[in-house]
């Protein structure tokens, strides 16, 4: 049971395989109360056709880039992120829906939304439009992540803590489950689902190469035992032979960073020390 899929299995145990329970201080233990009020919530519709590179826009990316390693932004009002039972197949209630229409949709939508984003950042940064380009953001990897409800929630975790190694990551989370945390100033928060929007988390690459100006995020993904969670993630990553050379970090290839970051199992705080000059 444990080597199968968690889908094949979740509905015919009333208590958590062994291998699936976390050590006793990486559990989630209680419920946290959502962040709302300070979460980072931009406007990109309004912005969309005027472009990113308005001031305010460009200083609120910047300072949520900063101080949370994340932000969430409405985009586009040509596109209608439906519920996500709309366009995963594997969603019980609608199986027949056709899932490469859907993928090529949010494809499209979240390509536009990256090169944006990262127009705005290089802007931020102080660097030449089109910074980011070519080998720094030449692969992108689509994600979809399906949490069954969980017998016993308080033992488990949907995916641990950890830092996203890449260049950032676009994640379009289910509009109503909560399951998404970060760690600020000493405590997990849980990211409040927001429908019609997308969650844009910053990476390692992007703290590195900004010389710690923009900070790359500790999260972790919790379940609950009464309702499925999808969401799906896009990854842009450099590609394995791209030269990464910021100014305060000792240069190296991005497949030499992702061996690192490997052995020391996501640690990003001990990787960066390594790295620094």
């Known amino acids: ?20 329970k976390f050590p006793l201080d990486q559990r989630h233990g209680e419920p946290i109360v959502p ?31 900063q101080d949370f390693g994340y932000f969430q932004g409405y985009f586009s009002t040509s596109y209608h992120c439906h519920p996500l039972q709309d366009y995963l197949p594997f969603w019980p209630e609608k199986p027949t829906h056709d899932y490469r229409e859907v993928i090529s949709a949010y494809s499209i939508e979240t390509r536009k939304l990256i090169t944006k984003i990262l127009d705005v950042i290089s802007e931020g940064l102080g660097l030449e439009k089109g910074y980011f380009g070519g080998e720094l953001s030449k692969v992108q990897m689509l994600s979809a992540n399906y949490y069954p409800p969980c017998p016993d929630p308080n033992l488990a975790l949907g995916m641990h803590s950890h830092c996203d190694p890449n260049l950032f990551t676009i994640l379009l989370q289910d509009s109503h489950v909560y399951g998404l945390q970060i760690f600020k100033d000493g405590k997990w928060i849980a990211v409040e689902p927001i429908p019609n929007a997308f969650v844009v988390i910053i990476g390692c690459q992007l703290q590195i190469i900004s010389n710690d100006r923009l900070k790359s995020v500790v999260h972790r993904a919790v379940t609950n035992s009464k309702e499925t969670r999808i969401c799906v993630g896009n990854f842009v990553i450099p590609s394995s032979d791209c030269h990464i050379e910021p100014a305060t970090y000792k240069p190296y290839q991005y497949k030499e960073f992702l061996h690192t970051y490997a052995i020391n199992h996501g640690d990003f705080e001990d990787l960066l020390q390594s790295y620094k000059l």
């Open 35 to 65: 962040l709302k009020d300070s979460s980072p919530i931009i406007d990109l519709i309004t912005h969309e056709y005027g472009g990113y590179a308005q001031p305010a826009i460009l200083d609120q990316i910047i300072k949520a880039s």
């Open 1 to 20: 049971m444990e080597n199968k899929l968690v889908s094949s299995w979740w509905k015919n145990v009333q208590s958590l395989p062994e291998s699936y």
